[in-house]
C-alpha cells in the first residue's frame, strides 16, 4: 500500500515560518511530481505549489508567490512558507503524480492525509 505523509504543520505568528514535509510509504518521491493545496473551512481545494520530478520547475499560485518555496530532495518534498498570514490557515495536503508535471487536482495519483496549519495571533 503506498501512502504520502505530511509533517510540520502547527500553530504560528502572523509573519512567521513553517516548514511542511511530505513523505513517501511505500514508494520514492523522486518518480513523481508533486503538488500541495490547502483547504480552509467553507472554501475549495486551491492549489499552492507543485514541483517536477527533477526539481528543476515549479509553480505557486499568486497568494503564496514570494513567501513560499517549493523543493525536494531524494526522499521528501518540503514547503517552506514564511511571512505566514491568517489567510493561509487551513489543512495542507501533498499530492503525487506519475506522469504529469502541475496536473489538476483530480489527476493526482496519490493523496496524504493533510495536516493543519495555524496562523494566529
Known amino acids: 500500500q503506498l501512502h504520502l505523509v505530511e509533517s510540520g504543520g502547527g500553530l504560528v505568528q502572523p509573519g512567521g515560518s513553517l516548514r511542511l514535509s511530505c513523505g513517501g510509504s511505500?514508494?520514492?518521491?523522486?518518480?513523481?511530481?508533486i503538488g500541495w493545496f490547502r483547504q480552509a473551512p467553507g472554501k475549495e481545494r486551491e492549489g499552492v505549489s507543485c514541483?517536477?520530478?527533477?526539481?528543476?520547475s515549479s509553480k505557486y499560485s499568486d497568494s503564496v508567490k514570494g513567501r513560499f518555496t517549493i523543493s525536494r530532495d531524494n526522499t521528501k518534498v518540503y514547503l517552506q512558507m514564511d511571512n505566514l498570514k491568517t489567510e493561509d490557515t487551513a489543512v495542507y495536503y501533498c499530492?503525487?503524480?506519475?506522469?504529469?508535471?502541475?496536473?489538476?487536482?483530480?489527476?493526482?495519483?496519490?493523496w496524504g492525509p493533510g495536516i493543519q496549519v495555524t496562523v494566529s495571533s
Open positions: 499530492a503525487a503524480d506519475k506522469y504529469f508535471y502541475c496536473p489538476g487536482p483530480d489527476e493526482y495519483d496519490y
Open positions: 511505500g514508494f520514492t518521491l523522486d518518480d513523481y511530481a
Open positions: 514541483i517536477s520530478r527533477s526539481g528543476t
